[in-house]
Structure formats: C-alpha cells, structure tokens
C-alpha cells in the first residue's frame, strides 16, 4: 500500500512537471528555437513514465484481497484517469503537432 502511494506520488510529479512545460510557448530570445524539440521530447517521455508509473500504482494499490473502501478506491481511480487520458492526449497531441 505505501510503495504504491510513494508511486502514485511519483507519477503525479512527473505528471506535472511534462504538463508545465510546452514547445509553443511565447518566443524567447533569438536562436533557441532548437529548444523546442528538447521540450517535446522531455514532454513525450514523461507522459510515457506516467504511464508506466500509474499501471505499476494501479497494480501495487489494487491487490486482490484489500479493505473495503469504496471512496478511497474511486479517488484513486478518479487520479489514474485523469494521468492517463491525460498522458495520452499529450502523446497524441505531440505525435500531430511537433514530430
């Protein structure tokens, strides 16, 4: 239960730290546009460890004997759904728009 908390945990932060970032942001200084392909890849890859990270959570917080409790299970699935679909759209976004 703790080490799939710690890794729920873990695929939040990275979660969040690919989300912050964003290949078309406003211009910076002249002659960073090679930036851009850094951020989408740094963007790519974290929502495919988010992705390994909330199945490995999934798996470690759903065992086959566990407490009943309904409100904490929903929550958590409420927090992998939104990582994953929002992975994915952020894969699928990417795959369209920068590669």
């Known amino acids: 239960m703790f080490v799939g908390g710690l890794i729920l945990l873990t695929a939040i932060i990275t979660w969040g730290t690919a989300n912050w970032l964003n290949p078309y942001g406003e211009p910076g200084a002249a002659g960073t546009e090679y930036v851009r392909s850094t ?3 740094v963007m790519r890859n974290g929502a495919i ?10 798996y470690l917080l759903f065992p086959a004997r566990r407490p009943r409790w309904p409100a904490r299970d929903w929550a958590i699935i409420g927090v992998l759904a939104i990582l994953v679909v929002s992975s994915l759209y952020r894969l699928i976004w ?3 728009s920068v590669f």
């Open 94 to 96: 990417l795959q369209t």
């Open 39 to 41: 951020v989408a890849l």
């Open 49 to 58: 460890a988010t992705l390994g990270m909330c199945a490995l959570a999934a």
